[in-house]
T-cell receptor, first 113, second 114 residues
Framework: KAGVTQTPRYLIKTRGQQVTLSCSPI?????VSWYQQTPGQGLQFLFE???????NKGNFPGRFSGRQFSNSRSEMNVSTLELGDSALYLC????????????FGPGTRLLVL | AQSVSQHNHHVILSEAASLELGCNYS??????LFWYVQYPGQHLQLLLK??????LVKGIKGFEAEFIKSKFSFNLRKPSVQWSDTAEYFC????????????FGSGTRLQVQP
């Protein structure tokens, strides 16, 4: 079975721009979560989607948003990029909303200049 | 809100040495506990998890962890490390509410010298 895939793998943007990152979960997985990883703040939860509904949201500004499609693929969007948004953005998928293990993708490394 | 503390930020060991990485969490209710590993250039992989039952859980590659509820701890152990265990290790907690959100510790960078 293919793992979680994320596109693009690397991205360079400038301040003020917006960016969209994509995540394809493991086949059959319906839950997708997003995390931000930075050297200073570590791994922080962004949001969680299940069956196209956002079920949980972390403590991030409204510039960070996401959605999930009927095929469970998910996108996250960051508008009006700031330098501090430079990070590795990780997507994780799990089968459902129960006690399921989350499997992580390789991440998208975003650099904001 | 829950938090996770990993007290060892950088650990250097020689091959065959024993390993114990500390993890403490702050939450009084029922939790699910995880250890993830991130090898250089690779993505996060699950080492082991605890949901309920036997507090001593065994994971992949010879790792094990013990959940001590009274100490709010979930320490990771391995009796004999190998050079290939060089990686960053993350402890994570999920409140048992059906939500997926994981709270991660700051990570411990393990360097194993041959």
């Amino acid at each position: 079975k293919a793992g979680v895939t994320q596109t693009p793998r690397y991205l360079i943007k400038t301040r003020g721009q917006q960016v969209t990152l994509s995540c394809s979960p493991i086949s059959g997985h319906r839950s997708v979560s997003w995390y931000q990883q930075t050297p200073g703040q570590g791994l922080q939860f962004l949001f969680e989607y299940f069956s196209e509904t956002q079920r949980n949201k972390g403590n991030f500004p409204g510039r960070f948003s996401g959605r999930q499609f009927s095929n469970s693929r998910s996108e996250m969007n960051v508008s009006t990029l700031e330098l501090g948004d430079s990070a590795l953005y990780l997507c994780a998928s799990s089968l459902s909303a129960g006690k399921e293990t989350q499997y992580f993708g390789p991440g998208t490394r975003l650099l904001v200049l | 809100a829950q938090s996770v503390s990993q007290h060892n930020h950088h650990v250097i060991l020689s091959e065959a040495a024993s390993l114990e990485l500390g993890c403490n969490y702050s939450y009084g209710g029922t939790v699910n506990l995880f250890w993830y590993v991130q090898y250089p250039g690779q993505h996060l992989q699950l080492l082991l998890k605890y949901f309920s039952g036997d507090p001593l859980v065994k994971g992949i590659k010879g790792f094990e962890a013990e959940f001590i509820k009274s100490k709010f701890s979930f320490n990771l152990r391995k009796p004999s490390v190998q050079w290939s265990d060089t990686a960053e290790y993350f402890c994570a907690v999920n409140i048992n509410t059906g939500r997926r959100a994981l709270t991660f510790g700051s990570g411990t960078r393990l360097q194993v010298q041959p």
